[in-house]
């Protein structure tokens, strides 16, 4: 497929996206759409992506967020190295929807998330996905989930990706009433630093 032919797909992807709110939009198959998507080069991907998170965003009707959400599923299925690369722009997303009013969007963001969790292939964090992914759904037991992380000894180079998974939590750790959570998280921040091996993996969360 040319670049121009995928141009013309992407735009019409990104019509068919914008449109999910659309009263007129009786049924959405989201089956079809992702088979145009499919037809599209990998590089494309991340433009698609940001389609569907921007109409996640708390302004958005909940149709929109509905049909955005399962169709990003199916791509997570599908792809899950690409949506690796895409996590520090999907999870603070996800993360917002977990508090939205509608309850099915609530429980298609809590299914995303178990979804997206897996997509790192972090094999130090994995034995503590379970309580990450609690966490994102009570707040309250941050204290666990930073003392389970205290305990986490990263063996491998620490990527964006997994940044990405835990720095909600980490937000949530500083800010903790408890200084004992606090001074846990810094600690945690600190071991993290020294297993990053490129800085660039650290530029996106240092304004955070």
Request: with cysteine.
């Amino acid at each position: 497929m040319s670049a121009l032919v995928e141009l013309v797909y992407l735009i019409k992807i990104q019509n068919i996206i914008e449109s999910f709110g659309d009263k007129s939009n009786k049924e959405i198959n989201i089956d079809k759409i992702y088979s145009l998507i499919n037809c599209l080069n990998e590089w494309i991907y991340p433009d698609i992506i940001q389609f569907l998170l921007k109409s996640m965003e708390s302004n958005c009707k909940p149709k929109e967020k509905e049909y955005s959400l399962l169709l990003l599923i199916k791509i997570i299925n599908e792809h899950p190295n690409i949506i690796k690369n895409n996590l520090i722009y999907i999870i603070p997303v996800i993360n917002n929807l977990y508090w939205d009013t509608k309850k099915v969007i609530r429980n298609l963001a809590n299914q995303t998330l178990s979804k997206l969790l897996n997509c790192n292939d972090d094999n130090d964090l994995e034995p503590l996905l379970p309580i990450i992914l609690k966490t994102f759904e009570n707040p309250e037991i941050v204290p666990e989930a930073i003392d389970q992380l205290s305990k986490c000894v990263f063996f491998q180079k620490v990527e964006c990706s997994t940044i990405s998974i835990i720095e909600p939590i980490l937000v949530r750790g500083l800010n903790y009433k408890l200084n004992d959570v606090q001074i846990k998280t810094c600690i945690i921040i600190d071991n993290i630093c020294k297993r990053v091996k490129y800085s660039k993996e650290l530029i996106s969360f240092v304004s955070k």
